[in-house]
């Protein structure tokens, strides 16, 4: 048995999730990334994973390089394994600064990968402008749409005020008409009630008189009134076609 004993300090899932204030499943996700760029980590009796501080500095560039540039998880572990095989020393421990563990480029392989983070960001960016201009095109489809609504509504009121409006002026015709229908049956029964008149003075004395003693002779009212109504009785239809422009 070795007399060398292994102080180093040992990290479990949950202590790395706690370091980075991540989960345990994303950093159980980071480990196989990892393991399948090219990565080793020890592995305890339980064949369970073991972390080291070098291990811990690892998650911890993978994890900054996740979130500042939104590299996916497969890309994000190809770059922290790059760096691990390109130091000549160790990782720095954990509580380095954050600083020191950005990516430096490695057999041009690093600049592949940030260019296409520089597409991917350049995209995110066009789609996020086109998502602003959606959004006031679609605030301003909104505003176009209430005024509809308000012009929709004004000209209906204006639709509804014509209308009684046009009802109103028509009810008034046909009062106006109903009068002059009256004022014009009025007057051709006024000329016809004068002609008969005319006509029944020119009758003959005993025809529109009757005897009122011995040597007297009086108008006969009721046949003279009869022959008026009569008379307008019959020529009223004729006189009022004439009024109203019609053919007799």
Known sequence: MSDIIDYEIRYSTKNIADMLRIESVTVRKYASALERAGYAFDRNTAKNRSYSGRD?????????????????VE????????RSNAA????????????????????????????????????????????????????????????????????????????????????????????NDQL????????????????????????RTMKAGWFRRLENEAARESFIRNYIDDHYEEELRKAHGLEP
């Not at 811990?56 to 996916?72: D, P």
């Not at 890309?75 to 790059?82: E, G, H, I, P």
């Not at 990968?113 to 996020?128: C, D, G, M, P, Q």
């Not at 014009?184 to 025809?207: C, D, Q, V, Y």
């Open 88 to 179: 000549s020393t160790e990782l720095q421990p954990v509580d380095r600064n954050e600083d020191d563990l950005l990516p430096q480029p490695y057999n041009g392989r690093y600049e592949i990968i940030a260019s296409e983070v520089l597409k991917i960001r350049t995209e995110f960016e066009a789609v996020r402008d086109m998502t602003v201009e959606q959004t006031e095109r679609l605030n301003r489809i909104a505003a176009l749409s209430e005024r509809y609504e308000q012009m929709v509504g004004f000209q209906k009121e204006l639709m509804l005020q014509m209308q009684q409006l046009a009802a109103a002026e028509q009810a008034e015709e046909l009062r106006t008409q109903r009068v």
């Open 75 to 82: 890309a994000a572990a190809l770059m922290t394994v790059q």
């Open 56 to 72: 811990a500095a690892a998650f911890r560039f993978m994890h900054l390089i996740r979130m500042q540039s939104g590299v996916t």
């Open 184 to 207: 014009i049956e009025h007057r051709i029964k006024m000329n016809l009630k004068r002609t008969a008149l005319s006509i029944w003075n020119e009758k003959p004395e005993r025809e």
